[in-house]
């Protein structure tokens, strides 16, 4: 496996994010859907704390790589005088019979710097891996963190680098991005550098607040932005409601994607809902795919 980092410019590339302003809108759904219909694509699900998009495309993992995305301390008993400052001031409680638990500890550092007899060193941890996968369609760049880990942000970033030098190497036409839900760390480094993004949202009041933020975040990267309404049929009013506020704004409504019971019969068999297609969902999603893809 070539893992050169050397990056061949490929000009025709287009990186494609899409996002929700909170978790169980059919993020993942849409994006195994535009997978499914792409060529000649790579795909980064950047979603590190609960990465499922593999589930739907059922890659074969070619290649993996650790993460380590902090420290944690460590305590050298030689040097310990057990003199009870770093266990008295650990505000984690991570600290037990001079042995630091490696799942509370926070990697804060603060019992190195009060540590009198300098025992207390900080090391690197491994925090998660990230994946290189092929698939019938393209290649899959995903991640996990192991239990207790954070730093989820800088693991995104971690994903979408290795996904953008496979595209740029490999001169795919587009890299599909899988963000995480709400507005935190992992969506901010899953925006940057990212030419255009699709918000999916849901008919429901907290789906309209959610938009909302997520949009103003946007609004921030100056990233221009469609919206995709899933399950638009099973609240009319609220659905009326997202196109007004649409309206307002200036951005266009991409599609409107109707509740069908196929969706779940697609993922409990481990599908997309585009392989089912003559379902609702499936016609839709594939309308979306052309309006927002093959006009770009």
Request: hydrophobic share 40%; proline share 4%; net charge negative.
């Given at each position: 496996?070539?893992t050169?980092n050397?990056i061949?410019?490929n000009t025709?590339l287009?990186?494609?994010?899409i996002?929700?302003?909170?978790?169980?809108t059919?993020?993942?759904?849409?994006?195994?859907g535009?997978?499914?219909?792409?060529e000649?694509?790579?795909?980064?699900d950047?979603?590190?704390?609960?990465a499922?998009?593999?589930l739907?495309?059922?890659p074969?993992?070619?290649?993996?790589y650790?993460?380590?995305?902090?420290?944690?301390a460590?305590?050298?008993?030689?040097?310990?005088?057990?003199?009870?400052?770093c266990?008295?001031h650990?505000r984690f409680?991570a600290?037990?019979y001079?042995?630091?638990?490696s799942l509370?500890?926070?990697?804060?550092?603060?019992?190195?710097?009060i540590?009198?007899?300098?025992?207390?060193?900080?090391?690197e941890?491994t925090?998660?891996?990230?994946?290189e996968?092929v698939?019938?369609?393209?290649?899959?760049v995903?991640?996990v963190?192991?239990?207790g880990?954070?730093?989820?942000?800088k693991?995104?970033?971690?994903?979408?680098?290795?996904?953008k030098?496979?595209a740029?190497q490999?001169m795919?036409?587009?890299l599909?991005?899988?963000?995480?839900p709400?507005?935190?760390?992992?969506?901010?480094?899953?925006?940057?550098?990212?030419?255009a993004?699709?918000?999916?949202?849901?008919?429901?009041?907290?789906g309209?607040?959610d938009l909302?933020?997520?949009?103003?975040?946007?609004?921030?990267?100056r990233?221009?932005?469609?919206?995709?309404i899933?399950?638009?049929?099973?609240n009319?009013?609220?659905?009326?409601?997202?196109?007004q506020?649409a309206?307002?704004?200036?951005?266009?409504i991409?599609?409107t994607?109707?509740?069908?019971e196929?969706?779940?019969?697609?993922?409990?068999?481990?599908?997309?809902?585009?392989?089912?297609?003559?379902s609702?969902a499936a016609k839709?999603?594939?309308?979306?795919?052309?309006k927002?893809?093959?006009?770009?």
């Amino acid at each position: 496996m070539n893992t050169d980092n050397t990056i061949l410019m490929n000009t025709d590339l287009k990186h494609v994010v899409i996002v929700s302003g909170k978790g169980g809108t059919g993020k993942t759904t849409l994006a195994a859907g535009f997978t499914k219909l792409a060529e000649n694509v790579v795909v980064a699900d950047c979603d590190v704390d609960a990465a499922d998009l593999h589930l739907v495309l059922q890659p074969e993992l070619t290649q993996s790589y650790p993460y380590q995305g902090g420290k944690k301390a460590v305590i050298d008993l030689a040097a310990c005088t057990e003199c009870s400052l770093c266990i008295d001031h650990c505000r984690f409680e991570a600290i037990h019979y001079f042995v630091v638990d490696s799942l509370a500890c926070e990697g804060c550092g603060f019992c190195y710097h009060i540590c009198p007899e300098n025992a207390v060193r900080m090391e690197e941890v491994t925090s998660g891996y990230y994946h290189e996968n092929v698939f019938s369609g393209g290649e899959l760049v995903d991640a996990v963190l192991e239990p207790g880990e954070g730093n989820s942000g800088k693991l995104v970033v971690e994903v979408k680098k290795r996904a953008k030098i496979i595209a740029e190497q490999k001169m795919h036409n587009w890299l599909l991005i899988d963000g995480p839900p709400g507005i935190g760390c992992p969506v901010n480094a899953s925006l940057a550098g990212v030419d255009a993004a699709i918000v999916i949202t849901e008919p429901t009041v907290s789906g309209l607040h959610d938009l909302e933020r997520i949009v103003q975040l946007l609004q921030r990267f100056r990233m221009p932005a469609k919206i995709v309404i899933n399950k638009y049929d099973i609240n009319p009013q609220m659905t009326a409601r997202i196109h007004q506020y649409a309206l307002e704004r200036n951005m266009e409504i991409a599609g409107t994607i109707p509740f069908d019971e196929n969706v779940d019969q697609a993922l409990l068999n481990g599908k997309s809902i585009v392989e089912y297609p003559d379902s609702p969902a499936a016609k839709e999603i594939s309308k979306i795919w052309q309006k927002v893809f093959q006009t770009n």
